[in-house]
């Protein structure tokens, strides 16, 4: 028996539509995400810049620290505009557009980054048993294993 032509026709369209509907799903949540971790990134720019700014304000308002903290949360803060006034696609573009013409520099950037995050990801599990510092070596001290027992 022989499936007529017109219904694989209309098999292979509703084929083609459910993978473009899906397509257009995933690119939607994607979309979505990273503007959301823009957004988280951006309210942690500017943290970082009133903390510089708040550090500023400890030392006298004309010596030198005091300058390089202002001069250091006004960079901060134009940073912090610069990612929420731009699109999350044309950030992607000036990413990849940096890393053709910096691959060295990128991969680098990229691995301290990691690094970073892992090391602040770390930093901040609340629910860490009292033996974790036992074995972490980013802890400042290693204990014996006597001690461990």
């Known amino acids: 028996m022989t499936i007529p032509t017109n219904h694989l026709k209309t098999a292979k369209n509703r084929a083609t539509d459910m993978a473009n509907d899906a397509k257009d799903q995933v690119a939607a949540s994607v ?47 134009s940073v912090a505009a610069g990612l929420r006034n731009k699109p999350v696609d044309e950030m992607v573009d000036d990413v990849a557009v940096f890393a053709r013409k910096n691959p ?25 048993n009292a033996n974790d510092d036992e074995t972490d070596p980013w802890s400042g001290h290693l204990q014996t294993s006597e001690a461990s027992q």
């Open 31 to 77: 979309r979505e995400q990273a503007e959301t971790a823009r957004d988280h990134t951006v309210e942690t720019v500017e943290n970082a810049a009133h903390a510089a700014e708040a550090a500023g304000q400890e030392f006298d308002s004309d010596s030198l620290q005091a300058a390089a903290l202002e001069q250091l949360g006004a960079q901060i803060n």
């Open 104 to 128: 060295i520099l990128f991969l680098g950037g990229a691995a301290l980054i990691g690094f970073a995050a892992a090391r602040f990801l770390k930093s901040g599990e609340s629910t860490r």
